[in-house]
């Protein structure tokens, strides 16, 4: 799912590995109720791709990405064909002391680029392409803090994989071939309570992270009294092999109303892992034994997703009704292109329902020459 090779700048959508970004937005909506809501947000996604060129063209050294994810209720709409096998709406964990919401949403926008005026067009331009076809559900704007740690004062995302690791760790594999290459996507606001925190004092702290606060150092699982955040962040099959997921966590604030979080955000191709930590983190290994950092750090939201590779996006483009025309859609457009637009969606169409027997209909997405998912 990744963009281009050679040095070229990745801008293409679905790119789940892009590099961790100085700015993000994370952008949850809900599709209007009526069909010609559906057709129009088709649209839009169906056009992704292009809205980041015209927007990413401004500054190539930006690095504007986006992935769209798709939930789990949004899916049957889409599309009568079968869901990824894993696909399912967030299930809430409910913990002896704490528990992580459901919360809902039908898209995922998923926005990162090195500037946050970047972000923000790409933002705007989309949500003014959608217009009263869908609801803001949730709306984050993250930003990187210093050497890319949280608001609680240490550095997050350190067991990410990389390299070849992270096709292994995000993308689904061969176990569900018609959806190779996606990711299921978990994301959660939590908010954390910092005067409380920082009462701690630092050593405390680092017990409850399991490193160091200072330089990141990993702390010796061995001595845990309790288990810390990271031994219950790591999970571990019965067979003994560790999965791991990719995080691209930003932290969020707002000071002048006391607001302060951070926005969790994890890729997996395989949902479970990302359940099963979210079971020990609430719950505890052993049962009562919960992540104690959610002592200070409340979790308000809790949706899944599945974002498909761009290649399968492109191929099942054809599997889609051509939309009728958004309600609030910039009218300023080429009349000849749109006519040619119609006729490949059309040749399109006929041919991918001799093709394929499952998909997503997402309207007409196209395959860019140079650039690969």
């Known amino acids: 799912m990744t963009g281009a090779a050679g040095g070229r700048v ?3 959508a679905q790119s789940v590995d892009a590099p961790l970004s100085r700015s993000a937005v994370f952008l949850v909506l809900d599709i209007g109720p009526d069909d010609d809501d559906l057709a129009a947000v088709r649209d839009v996604v169906s056009g992704i791709d292009g809205l980041l060129k015209t927007v990413g063209f401004r500054d190539l050294d930006a690095h504007l990405s986006c992935v769209v994810g798709i939930g789990a209720t949004a899916w049957s709409r889409f599309s009568p064909y079968s869901a990824p096998a894993e696909l399912h709406s967030f299930v809430p964990v409910s913990g002896p002391v704490h528990d992580a919401p459901s919360t809902g949403g039908d898209l995922l926008f998923h926005i990162r680029a090195e500037r946050q005026d970047v972000c923000f067009e790409f933002e705007r331009l989309l949500l003014q392409a959608l217009g009263t076809h869908v609801q803001v559900v949730d709306e984050v704007t993250g930003f990187r803090y210093f050497d890319t740690r949280d608001l609680l004062g240490f550095v997050d995302g350190t067991a990410n994989p990389v390299a070849q690791e992270i096709a292994a760790s995000a993308l689904v594999g061969d176990e569900d071939p018609a959806w190779t290459g996606g990711s299921y996507i978990v994301v959660q606001k939590y908010l ?11 050593e405390a702290q680092e017990r409850i992270i399991g490193r160091s606060k200072s330089d990141n150092v990993e702390r010796d699982s061995d001595t845990e009294v309790r288990p810390s955040h990271k031994s219950l962040a790591t999970i571990v099959d019965d067979a003994g092999v560790e999965h791991d997921i990719l995080r691209d966590n930003m932290p969020f604030g707002r000071p002048g109303s006391g607001e302060y979080g951070t926005y969790f955000i994890g890729y997996s191709g395989q949902l479970w892992v990302l359940e099963r930590m979210l079971e020990r983190m609430f719950v505890g290994d052993p049962p009562g034994t919960y992540d104690r950092l959610l002592d200070f750090s409340r979790a308000v939201t809790g949706t899944t997703f599945f974002a498909p590779s761009r290649d399968r996006l492109v191929d099942l483009a054809g599997l889609a009704t051509p939309p009728a025309e958004p309600r609030n859609r910039n009218t300023d457009t080429d009349t000849d292109t749109d006519t040619d637009t119609d006729r490949d969606r059309n040749t399109d169409t006929d041919r991918h329902r001799d093709d ?4 997503l209909g997402i309207g007409s997405l196209r395959r860019t020459e140079g650039h690969t998912s």
């Open 10 to 12: 990745p801008i293409d």
């Open 192 to 202: 954390h309570d910092l005067a409380a925190w920082n009462a701690l004092g630092t």
């Open 356 to 359: 394929h027997d499952t998909g």
